[in-house]
């Protein structure tokens, strides 16, 4: 059994801003279930969404400052977590990471700064709990300087570090070297320095025994320029140290067989069934209920990286098409506008809804025929792989978490029965049509659809096969 201190910035369903909380809230569930000791350090932010008693653990001092340490636990887990009390930094409304504005506060290098040092204080048993880990398992730029700071201790435990998204480094003026007081031994070009600023992820990058990241394919595309974002260098120097474990899914909260947000429960015994929720669909959003025309459904951000300007570019040929679209999603403002308007010009075709919802996200999971991800970059993705669950088909670009996890038709992966989507390389609107219009060719043969539906949904996305290949990771260090 191995102790292991996991670090991060965010866990669902105590907070969430993005897929970061849900690896953070569902692995370590995952590797308790595997009986291992795990303990969760998280800021106490004023957000923080706590259902188990919240109980005082001890107060250290730190920076000159007094710190106070609680503990609770992940609901419906055996999960402990350590809060980081300290109100100056984290007692802020909203966002962990940004003001109502959507400005970052103007202290985050000292708020994760001082995380940090409490989460190096716990890990060395300076918190006097007798617990010491075996592993100190960190999560993106917010727990980056763990790493490094640990690597001036003696005895120390081993370090992880998990890279979600290369695209956010946590970059800062050099001079906050200084305001964090950060040992002169791990301030130069080859530590903590990325062109005169300071960089949190590259403690991680730098100093972690092992690197990982939430894909195969991703692993190998953050050592090449266009998405190193100037760490490319530096991870190829590592490669030996560093791998992709693609994340799980929450196999009870998406569950055709027994999602509470869906109108009609279905498997892939019962794929018939899956028709009813379409229907709902259509009626939800007056669409022409018409079980044989193709329902598109697409939940996301509406940003370049999610590919929406290339639906974009494709929607005026698709409307010629017989098919429906439905979107569930916000983002770039001017993106939103052109989609609203085209549902208005098009109202028996398209459908727009600006927001997220929780229930309407499963509805168009259970009932779409399709799934769009057209991504540029995609560490790991998690719709493709609740697609596959629910026998909703993705077209998905070839890239990063999405290549590992969609299986291209073609006439031999038919032949041995993992098919189960539609892969595209390149990322223009030309390349995404030609998927478009390959699925509708698809979609028109039933018993090809069916082979399809359900190859995607017999697939083990569960988090327990992750837990175990992480496990095997810490008993290697």
């Not at 292991?4 to 866990?11: C, G, K, R």
């Not at 985050?108 to 040092?117: D, K, T, V």
């Not at 007081?181 to 960089?199: I, Q, R, T, Y």
């Amino acid at each position: 059994m191995k102790k292991i201190l996991f670090v991060t910035s965010e866990a669902h369903p105590l907070i969430k801003t993005g897929g970061l909380a849900d690896v953070c809230g569902s692995l370590p569930k995952a590797l308790a279930d595997l009986s291992q000791d795990i303990k969760l350090i998280i800021p106490n932010y004023q957000a923080l969404k706590t259902s188990e008693n919240v109980r005082f653990l001890c107060s250290i001092r730190v920076d000159n400052r007094n710190i106070n340490i609680l503990e609770t636990r992940m609901p419906d887990s055996h999960v402990i977590v350590w809060l980081v009390d300290y109100p100056a930094y984290y007692n802020y409304p909203g966002n962990p990471y940004v003001d109502e504005q959507g400005e970052s506060w103007p202290n985050n290098a000292e708020r994760f700064g001082l995380f940090c040092r409490i989460a190096v204080e716990a890990a060395m048993d300076r918190v006097h709990q007798d617990w010491k880990p075996d592993i100190v398992h960190c999560n993106d730029w917010q727990t980056g300087l763990v790493p490094a700071l640990l690597s001036l201790e003696h005895g120390r435990p081993s370090t992880v570090f998990t890279i979600h998204n290369m695209a956010y480094q946590g970059l800062f003026p050099g001079s906050t070297a200084a305001v964090l007081n950060l040992p002169g031994k791990l301030w130069h070009p080859a530590g903590l320095e990325f062109h005169d600023m300071l960089s949190f992820i590259k403690g991680g990058l730098v100093y972690a025994d092992y690197i990982t990241t939430v894909s195969p394919t991703y692993a190998l595309e953050i050592q090449t320029p266009e998405l190193g974002y100037g760490l490319e260098g530096l991870l190829d120097h590592r490669k030996e140290f560093l791998g992709g474990i693609i994340n799980g899914i929450d196999l009870d909260q998406w569950n055709p067989e027994t999602d509470p947000y869906i109108t009609q429960h279905f498997s892939a015994a019962t794929l018939n069934k899956k028709q009813l929720n379409k229907y709902e669909l259509q009626r939800r959003f007056s669409l022409p209920d018409n079980e044989r025309i193709p329902l598109f459904g697409l939940i996301g951000r509406l940003v370049e990286q999610k590919g929406i300007d290339l639906i974009l570019e494709c929607l005026p040929e698709m409307i010629t098409m017989d098919m429906q679209f439905v979107l569930l999603g916000s983002g770039d403002k001017d993106f939103e506008k052109q989609l609203q308007k085209l549902a208005h010009l098009y109202p028996d075709k398209i459908s727009i809804t600006i927001g997220y919802d929780e229930s309407l996200a499963h509805l168009i999971e259970a009932g779409a025929d399709i799934f769009l991800m057209p991504s540029r970059f995609e560490p790991c993705g998690l719709n493709q792989m609740y697609s596959q669950r629910y026998g909703t088909i993705p077209i998905v670009r070839k890239t990063g978490g999405l290549a590992d996890t969609v299986v291209d038709t073609l006439p031999e992966t038919l032949a041995n029965h993992t098919a189960s989507g539609i892969v595209f390389n390149e990322a223009s609107s030309g390349s995404l049509l030609e998927a478009i219009k390959r699925a509708m060719i698809l979609y028109s043969s039933p018993d090809t659809w069916k082979k399809m539906q359900s190859n995607a949904m017999k697939k083990d996305f569960s988090w327990q096969s992750s837990a175990e290949q992480y496990l095997a990771l810490y008993e290697n260090l």
